[in-house]
């Protein structure tokens, strides 16, 4: 009896097959991961470096504050992204499958770019108020000045 | 075909990967340090948090292979949490209490 026309059997439905990859490139996913944890004891030092060690603005109360605490809380989003995506290459690597993109690098770039952007207006807008300030106070001396000395002498 | 452990193509990745647990318990203790100057408190509770990736870093360099466990992994991700939390706290309370003293005093 020949095999001609018999089908072979479906492969049951459920999870793809596993196996574990080669040490090499689990080795590689690791050190990522570990450079992305860096990356955000990096953030966290500097957005606490802005805050506790930056001279305050000028007329903008919260501005080492606005400029710091995102870097913070980037830090922190950044190492449960890293863990996440470590899982999910690590996944994909058993099961055979393309490596997922990672979203870590654009959320890295955006915020960087958005709290460079915002860190740049409140100097501007620090140094905008200074200039106010010191051109009002100058005009009051103006203006004041030689009949307040004047009632000193 | 899969290296083995001894595999001079294996040892390299490994070393590199020593290295780089060795750089990021380095980043834990600088930036414990750097916090005890702002808030002596919250800068050695950082340090003290730095202890169980120094002794991860150590763990996996004796392991043949240097593969950490996905407990070792989480643990790092867990505590750089804790690092942002900490600093979130310093930030939000200024410069925090200076012993441990006012801290259980209050400031």
Known sequence: MTDVGHQPDPEPAGPPAESEPDPRFTLANERTFLAWNRTALALIAAGLGIIQLLPPFHGVPFGRHAVGLPLIVLGAVIAVAAYWELNRNQTAMRRGDPLPRSVVPRLLSATIAAVAALAAAIVLLSVARKRAADSRQGGELATVGPSALGASQ | ?107
Request: hydrophobic share 50%.
């Open chain 2, 1 to 107: 075909m899969r290296p083995e452990p001894d595999d001079p193509d294996i040892v390299d990745p490994a070393s590199r990967t020593r290295l780089a647990w060795s750089r990021t318990a380095i980043a834990f203790a600088a930036i414990g340090a750097a916090m005890l100057k702002s808030s002596p408190v919250a800068g050695l509770i950082v340090l003290g948090l730095t202890v169980p990736v120094w002794a991860t870093a150590r763990r996996t360099s004796d392991r043949s292979g240097a593969i950490a466990t996905v407990r070792d992994l989480r643990l790092v991700t867990v505590t750089v949490v804790l690092i942002a939390a900490a600093a979130l706290a310093v930030a939000f309370l200024g410069h925090g209490p200076g012993t441990l003293g006012e801290l259980l005093h209050g400031h």
